[in-house]
Every structure is written in structure tokens, then in C-alpha cells.
């Protein structure tokens, strides 16, 4: 082999390298990754069903002001800590109940960061509002988490109606 062909087969080799390792890295999730992130969505779920001034979600929710929030009846995007600690304070004067669960859950993690689509759904009675009515939940979610200090912690929220 010459100088010129051995030089163009490294090359390649270099390059095929080059696309396979970033690639492979980004597919990678270590075992204890996935369980903090799941454990994140749990705790975030148990959190949704408590009624409170608020305490359930900050523990589960970072701190930043980064953070987002995009509920069902949404008009805009809730944006930092601050903001959310006051939204979840206010969203739960208006239930009685709010039990939700979340299926066909597919997490995927590239290094701290997680996200988490799914659906959430909730028959009619497991949601009450103070004001009597009973609605059905029917959701398509995207959860973000991100590893802070060593805690998986959920950084954003946006659920929509799922399309009929």
C-alpha cells in the first residue's frame, strides 16, 4: 500500500471515529442515571397530587431561573423559580384532587440533563376542582430534569391536549 493510500485509509478511520464517539457517549446512560431520572418523575408525580401551599413541588422542582412550566390550561410560559413557587401556590386553591399517572414513559439522558416524554392521563374523578367540575385528563408531556449537585431535580413541564 503507498504512502497516499494509507494516508487516506487512516484518515477515514479518524473521521468514521469521529462521528461514531460523540454518538455513542450521547447513547450511553448509566444505570444510576436513569434511576435518579426516574425517581424524579415519580417524586414529581406524588408531588401533582398533593395539595398544599406548595411545599411537595419544592422539593421536586430546581431552584433556577431557568426553570419552565407549560400547563394544560396554559396561556403563557411560567419562567423561573420564583414565578413557579407562586403559580403552584395559586393552581392549588383550585383543587379538590388531582391525580395523575404517566405511561408509555420514555426517558433519555445525555450527560445532567434527562427528558422525559409520556402521557398523562386521569379518569373522570380523579381530578376535582373546588369549583365541582370533573375533568378528564388527556395529556401529551415532555419533562426535563436536570442533575444538580448530585440530585436529579425537574427543570421544565409543558403538557398539551393529545390531538382527538
Given at each position: 500500500m503507498n504512502r497516499r493510500s494509507m494516508l487516506a485509509l487512516i484518515s477515514t478511520a479518524f473521521a468514521w471515529l469521529w462521528i461514531a464517539l460523540p454518538a455513542s457517549n450521547a447513547i450511553a446512560q448509566p444505570a444510576e442515571d436513569m434511576e435518579g431520572a426516574k425517581a424524579a418523575s415519580k417524586a414529581f408525580y406524588?408531588?401533582?397530587?398533593?395539595?398544599?401551599?406548595g411545599e411537595a413541588m419544592e422539593k421536586v422542582w430546581a431552584h433556577t431561573p431557568y426553570v419552565t412550566y407549560v400547563g394544560p390550561r396554559a396561556k403563557s410560559i411560567i419562567v423561573g423559580w420564583d414565578a413557579q413557587k407562586k403559580y403552584w401556590v395559586d393552581a392549588n386553591k383550585l383543587f379538590l384532587q388531582r391525580n395523575v399517572t404517566l405511561s408509555d414513559q420514555q426517558i433519555h439522558?445525555?450527560?445532567?440533563?434527562?427528558?422525559?416524554?409520556?402521557?398523562?392521563?386521569g379518569d373522570v374523578g380523579d381530578v376535582k376542582m373546588k369549583d365541582g367540575s370533573t375533568p378528564k385528563t388527556d395529556l401529551i408531556v415532555t419533562n426535563v430534569y436536570e442533575k444538580l449537585d448530585g440530585r436529579w431535580l425537574i427543570?421544565?413541564?409543558?403538557v398539551q391536549p393529545k390531538p382527538q
Open positions: 406524588a408531588a401533582l397530587a398533593v395539595i398544599d401551599n439522558i445525555n450527560g445532567n440533563l434527562a427528558w422525559e416524554m409520556g402521557q398523562e392521563t427543570v421544565s413541564h409543558h
